[in-house]
């Protein structure tokens, strides 16, 4: 296993990384990805064992319905980088078995890969969404044919693959990207059902990359979002080769789907998990403001706050519904129910602006426009502020203010805007959501009780 510090040390391996449109050789001089990185780092130190034979467990397949929901648990809390890293190893044990009618090798590099990624202890990001064109030609009629990734050339030890993978969360921060399909490919589209894991340092992958990452001088106007900031980038394969031990599919377009689909239930987990808390956390902060405004008794308020409610013991149930209904592989791991997962993340996803509205209508306009930490510190400007924003005289004025910019960071600004986006969009927007819930829904067992309803099957 590797400690926080050696995790730290192997991001200087040599990878090209854009910010703002300047290159960053040294990421640790770059509160952007500075700030995410110590938070991966200190998730290997909270994971970390000096034993001979240590893995990280949170990385194993579960092997029972306990040891699914406790990793789930689990990895809410931590950081980023180990969530889309579980998801990536998730998504390659969840598509093997898929893949038996194919060549065996498929199967036996897998297998070979995921034990080799848990035995260095690496981070994988998921490489997933194509750049795509214009989205109303498939990948083989597209003007630029590497809209989507693609083999450009197949040599006798591997491929060489050139396209960009958009959306990419903390790509510039693993050691490892998984490369799969979008979508599910046809008969001619043999060079773009490609799946593979290239090392973040190859030659010829660049990330350029966002971030929500607050640029103010004193970031304590972000409480949330200077703590919680993760990159996330368009990721750039210019003519990269890839051994072929490290390619897990090369042209079968009738499996290409495979992946993306078993990569789309475990994200929808992972996005279910994480809005379980979000909504928590959203109904805490209405709570704490309402209280704070002096507005904790009205009605109309109760009643806002009383809706999210609903809507996080909803989304609970959901996520509690996936795991206690998972099913087992053959070979022997857990993996979530697809109908309650995607039906709980549809809805947490679609709900979501509406539970953003109701917080927003409690806590008033001083969401966006409260003083900063910085005017109460400020001789000339406090007594001001302590002044006139206090409301309750339960809560005080500096209370109050940090609740503002936490509502405000959250929901309201870059990190709220994230979170409004990929919410939607994490694991495949509504439409794929709903695609799946059509798939696995007892449509007949709704139309039996339709039927006896109506007396439709009566003599």
């Known amino acids: 296993m590797l400690t926080g510090q050696q995790y730290l040390e192997s991001l200087n391996d040599g990878r090209t990384t854009y910010l703002h449109g300047r290159r960053v050789d040294d990421l640790l001089a770059e509160p952007a990805f500075a700030v995410p990185a110590q ?27 306990e040891e699914m929901r406790s990793r789930t648990d689990v990895l809410t809390g931590m950081d980023m980088a180990i969530s889309v890293t579980y998801q990536s190893l998730m998504t390659l044990l969840t598509a093997s078995p898929k893949l038996a009618g194919l060549d065996p090798v498929y199967r036996e590099r897998i297998q070979a890969y995921v034990d080799d990624a848990i035995a260095r202890d690496i981070r994988i990001a998921e490489c997933i969404t194509d750049a795509k064109g214009d989205r109303s030609l498939p990948p083989g009629k597209q003007r630029d044919p590497d809209s989507y990734v693609r083999v450009v050339e197949r040599r006798t030890d591997g491929v060489v693959i050139r396209g960009a993978k958009l959306h990419i969360t903390a790509a510039a921060l693993c050691h490892e990207h998984l490369v799969m399909p979008t979508k599910a490919m046809k008969p001619g589209e043999e060079d773009y059902a490609i799946v593979c894991a290239v090392p973040a340092n190859a030659p010829g992958v ?26 996330d980038a368009m990721v750039v394969y210019d003519d990269v080769f890839v051994p072929y031990d490290r390619v897990f599919l090369d042209g079968e377009v009738s499996m290409a789907a495979v992946f993306a689909h078993s990569l789309g239930l475990w994200e929808r987990l992972g996005g279910l998990t994480f809005m379980v808390r979000q909504a928590d956390e959203l109904v805490g902060f209405a709570q704490l403001i309402a209280e704070a405004n002096g507005l904790g008794g009205v009605s109309h308020i109760r009643e806002k706050i009383d809706e999210m409610s609903i809507h996080a013991t909803l989304l609970r149930a959901g996520l509690e519904a996936a795991i206690a209904n998972a099913r087992s592989t053959d070979e022997g791991f857990y993996y979530p129910d697809e109908l309650f997962t995607n039906a709980a993340k549809y809805q947490g996803a679609a709900q979501f602006g509406v539970m953003v509205r109701h917080l927003h209508d409690i806590g008033g306009g001083a969401i966006l426009t409260a003083p900063t930490i910085g005017d109460l510190e400020n001789a000339e400007t406090r007594g001001y502020v302590e002044k006139y924003m206090t409301a309750s005289g ?47 829904f007892d449509m007949e067992r709704a139309k039996g009780y339709a039927r006896e309803a109506a007396g439709l099957d009566d003599e």
């Open 206 to 231: 660049r990330t350029i990359n966002t971030t929500f990452h607050p640029a103010d001088d004193d970031n304590r106007h972000f409480p949330v979002s200077r703590l919680a900031s993760m990159p």
């Open 394 to 440: 339960d809560v005080s004025a500096e209370d109050r203010i940090r609740l503002f910019h936490a509502i405000r960071d959250s929901t309201a600004d870059a990190y709220g805007g994230w979170h409004l986006v990929t919410n939607l969009q994490s694991g495949g927007g509504l439409y794929a959501q709903r695609i799946v819930t059509r798939k696995h």
């Open 39 to 65: 938070a991966i780092a200190q998730g290997y130190d909270n994971c970390y064992s000096n034993a001979d034979d240590a893995v990280n467990p949170y990385i194993f397949a579960p092997r029972s319905i």
